[in-house]
């Protein structure tokens, strides 16, 4: 499923599951308040009886849609790209009541996409997350606002990529969650030239890059690397780059992010 699909048969289901429930609510009052004064006979019970079997039908559908999307992360985690796709696909193809379960489909997709690095289509996926109401949903919209910035960033566009992960800034985060916006952040920095922000806390900065996987950890430090040697911190520059060149390829590493190649030029 192309994100463009996904997103509109997102929005479509969306609506059409506000008209359902206004329907149902409609019909619940209607049975209590209306027919039995318009229709001889009618016993109000067999209405809502009536409109509370729907709700019910509807509601199994999209826990049913949820237990479909729930192996996704894993399965994606995992590399199992083509099971996760499959699942995504049935759970976005399937009607529900649920804004919520279509909303982690979506958001799964994204998932899908940024780990297969398309780029352009987990990018058109998270802005359309991140335009619904996520305020019960705190955690979403911080993992989607990371991947954006993460996508961002893989296309060149570090200013739209600053922007995107601007909300978080002094937020109280998950360790995961504030590992992810420290690597990004110095990625977003670097490329911008902002040395004086990337240094500015620069011990704590590297306890945080040790925690991160290994690669991730080699672009942290590579780029706290490059600004120390920009502000004169050779000692810092010299320690930064050697571990760099333990946890990773420089070869690949510089191929990844061009800005850091000034570091090992002499």
């Given amino acids: 499923m192309t994100a463009q699909a996904a997103i ?39 209405g809502l009886s009536v409109v509370f079997g729907l709700w019910l039908f509807f509601s199994f559908t999209s826990a049913k849609n949820s237990r479909i999307l729930a192996p996704s992360p894993q399965l994606i985690a995992t590399g199992q790209f083509e099971e996760a796709e499959q699942r995504i696909d049935q759970a976005m193809r399937a009607f529900s009541i649920s804004r919520t379960a279509k909303l982690m489909g979506l958001h799964h997709l994204a998932v899908l996409r940024h780990k297969q690095r398309r ?15 996520l305020s019960a949903l705190p955690g979403l919209e911080r993992s989607t606002r990371l991947m954006l910035a993460d996508s961002l960033l893989e296309v060149g566009d570090s200013r739209a990529a600053a922007l995107a992960i601007t909300p978080l800034r002094g937020q109280q985060l998950p360790l995961v969650d504030m590992l992810t916006l420290v690597q990004v952040e110095l990625d977003v ?14 011990p704590g900065k590297v306890q945080l890059a040790e925690l991160m996987p290994p690669q991730a950890s080699a672009r942290a430090q590579a780029a706290l690397a490059l600004a120390a040697r920009k502000r004169g911190m050779n000692d810092w520059a010299v320690w930064l780059r050697k571990r760099v060149e333990v946890l990773a390829d420089v070869g690949k590493l510089t191929e990844q992010r061009p800005v850091l190649i000034e570091l090992w030029q002499a």
């Fill in 189 to 202: 920095l670097s490329r911008l030239g902002a040395w004086d922000a990337v240094v500015a806390g620069l």
């Fill in 8 to 46: 509109h048969r997102y929005q479509r289901d969306v609506a059409l599951g506000r008209v359902l429930r206004a329907l149902l609510l409609a019909g619940a009052g209607a049975s209590v308040l209306v027919l039995p004064f318009v229709m001889k006979g009618f016993d109000s019970m067999v």
């Fill in 119 to 133: 780029w352009h289509d987990s990018i058109s996926l998270c802005r359309a997350v991140l335009a619904q109401r």
